[in-house]
């Protein structure tokens, strides 16, 4: 019986993931907000979400993908498999 970081359920691994949640929602929320654009406000869902995918998406999703954790279950799953 293995107990890492990632398997015991603690205050810092759930407010760990409470973040990630948070985050991640953030990105959501992204794609369907408006934006402005030379004064005028552009509240159009496939317009803003074409802009959002254009500008800030990458970025927030490199900084909010909860990276860790994959790559622990990665890895868990390769010892537990060889």
Same mark, same amino acid.
Request: net charge negative; with cysteine; proline share 4%.
């Given at each position: !019986?293995?107990?890492? &970081? ?8 759930? @407010?760990?993931? !409470? ?9 959501? !929320?992204?794609?369907? *907000? ?24 990458? &970025?927030?999703?490199?900084?909010? @993908? &909860? !990276?860790?954790?994959?790559?622990? *279950? ?9």
């Amino acid at each position: !019986f293995d107990v890492g &970081p990632t398997t015991v359920f603690s205050i810092y691994n759930c @407010f760990d993931i !409470f973040l990630d949640v948070v985050f991640m929602l953030d990105v959501f !929320f992204s794609f369907v *907000t408006g934006y402005l654009s030379q004064g005028t406000l552009v509240m159009d869902l496939r317009t803003s979400a074409l802009h959002y995918s254009r500008t800030w998406f990458v &970025p927030d999703i490199a900084g909010s @993908f &909860p !990276f860790d954790k994959v790559i622990d *279950t990665v890895y868990a799953e390769r010892e537990e498999a060889g």
